[in-house]
């Protein structure tokens, strides 16, 4: 059975410290998106329902993203997820961020279906570790903090992964590696 292609990326903006987030229905929340997040959300349903016109990605036929609770409170994840499950008909698989990534893992190589995961971005180098990855060496040990315009994509090679990071290149300013 082959692997499926993984693909991490974690929420949209957030707003700055003196602005609120908006909900999906225009509401003011701290743990929601900012307007530049929401507009993002938006342009990754259109990237991934066409996203056999970018090496390395495929159409997601699941979704997984982090959802709140008592200690992690942002919706920013889910909100992140949304406009891509809707336009391609799949629901969100919401998880609350676990202590042990190995079953989460397991249940996404298991399958043969290609994963979106919209995460916390400060637990995904230690969601990656608990996968087979070939080049895990080049994988950071940090996600950049600046940065809500990347992709890392594990790609089957064999039965491990190759993990590369992707621009987005959806919106004006974001950066070009």
């Not at 036929?61 to 709140?68: H, M, V």
């Not at 990534?101 to 995904?124: C, E, F, K, N, Q």
């Amino acid at each position: 059975m082959a692997l499926p292609t993984v693909m991490f990326i974690r929420h949209a903006e957030k707003p700055e410290k003196s602005e609120k987030g908006v909900t999906r229905s225009g509401e003011h929340d701290e743990h929601s998106l900012s307007v530049r997040g929401w507009t993002r959300a938006g342009a990754l349903a259109a990237l991934f329902a066409n996203a056999d016109s970018r090496a390395l990605l495929e159409e997601p036929q699941r979704i997984i993203a982090t959802e709140p609770d008592h200690a992690y409170k942002s919706k920013r994840e889910h909100d992140t997820a949304l406009p891509t499950a809707h336009r391609l008909g799949l629901d969100i698989e919401a998880t609350t961020i676990p202590d042990d990534y190995s079953t989460l893992a397991g249940s996404i190589t298991r399958s043969t279906t290609p994963t979106l995961v919209v995460w916390h971005h400060g637990s995904i180098p230690a969601f990656l570790s608990a996968f087979p990855v070939g080049n895990a060496e080049q994988v950071p040990t940090s996600w950049p903090e600046d940065r809500f315009d990347l992709m890392w994509v594990l790609s089957a090679n064999g039965d491990s992964y190759r993990w590369q990071s992707v621009d987005q290149r959806l919106l004006r300013g974001d950066t070009l590696n």
